[in-house]
């Protein structure tokens, strides 16, 4: 053991390997092997080797990402940022989160803190920003942006196919026999284009419309209260829906709590499915039929992708995640 504090040339000695090779293992920088990874790992936890973090800032970088939440109560968004810092366990990159808001106006004021505090790239998971916003954002600092479809050439973005997941329900109910499928998606009050609800509510009308069936979309909120109202109207007409298609798992716990207070005996009387397969939807009492986009992969994937911007990389990736169907026991065929 070295006398005093370790350093990057002590590392580099002890693994037998250049100091610029312990930077990039410390830096989790793209196309280090797993032979080098694992030499200086090891030399690292036998020195306890600990970078200096005012050094490094001073170096031009924090080895800091922030990860900016539009909405802490979506129980979706763990998932991602577990998959965030799995990703760079092996690193020095420390992850610090920010609550956004869902207005564009407190999304730029955390942007703005963060890139004042000198992090050293951003992950802003479902902005609702102008792209243009985005773009200015991604000139001042490596931003990759996770659930907004179209992308651009200043950042990098990691979306789920959502046109994809909710053919994959509609698909489910009209085999199972249903032909009066509702949809409660989100009311759009954002400037923003290519957002997760609207992208998935236009790909239930295309498949509403490939199986010949008239589509039924009602905007509410994708939270518990929007899919019980909205469930509650959609359930009060003559010609109620035998299936409703929610476009969050949250909505869907809502519309499942409407058919009980209706006295509709679920999936018999109703179907319900939602999207996200949060950890609630495969408990026995709830047992949610639900469109799992792996916020895991989506998290991890997004982590990659900025450490690369980060090392330089500069032409822009778009990463699209295969949803699959979990099918549980709030879908059935309908009564004849």
Aim: hydrophobic share 45%.
């Amino acid at each position: 053991m070295t006398s005093g504090r370790v350093t990057i040339a002590d590392v580099a000695r002890r693994a037998g390997v250049s100091t610029a090779a312990v930077s990039k293992v410390v830096r989790g920088a793209y196309g280090v092997s797993a032979e080098m990874q694992a030499k200086v790992t090891q030399a690292i936890d036998e020195l306890g080797y600990r970078p200096h973090a005012a050094a490094r800032a001073l170096r031009g970088r924090t080895y800091t990402l922030g990860v900016m939440l539009s909405d802490t109560r979506n129980p979706f968004f763990p998932d991602i940022i577990e998959g965030v810092t799995g990703r760079l366990g092996e690193t020095e990159y420390q992850v610090l989160l920010g609550p956004g808001g869902i207005e564009p106006k407190t999304q730029a004021r955390m942007t703005d803190a963060m890139i004042d505090r000198s992090m050293d790239g951003l992950i802003l998971i479902s902005p609702v920003m102008t792209d243009a916003e985005l773009a200015a954002i991604a000139t001042a600092i490596p931003v990759v942006v996770v659930g907004r479809h179209g992308g651009a050439a200043a950042y990098d973005a990691v979306v789920d196919d959502d046109v994809m997941g909710a053919g994959l329900v509609v698909d489910h109910l009209v085999g199972l026999g249903h032909t009066r499928i509702a949809h409660i998606t989100h009311l759009e009050r954002a400037r923003a284009q290519g957002l997760p609800h609207t992208v998935r509510a236009e790909g239930y009308r295309q498949a509403m419309r490939a199986h010949g069936l008239a589509d039924d979309v009602l905007a509410t909120s994708f939270t518990e209260e929007g899919g019980f109202e909205g469930a509650r109207e959609l359930l009060a007409r003559d010609d109620r829906p035998t299936a409703i298609f929610a476009g969050a798992d949250i909505a869907a716990l809502g519309v499942l709590r409407a058919a009980d207070e209706a006295g509709l005996s679920v999936p018999e009387d109703l179907s319900v499915a939602g999207y996200d397969n949060i950890g609630i939807a495969s408990l026995k009492r709830i047992s949610l039929t639900s469109v799992d986009q792996d916020g895991h992969v989506i998290g991890a994937t997004a982590a990659q992708l900025l450490v690369e911007r980060i090392e330089g990389r500069s032409r822009s990736v778009t990463s699209s995640v295969s949803p699959t169907l979990i099918v549980r026991g709030t879908t059935g065929p309908p009564r004849p």
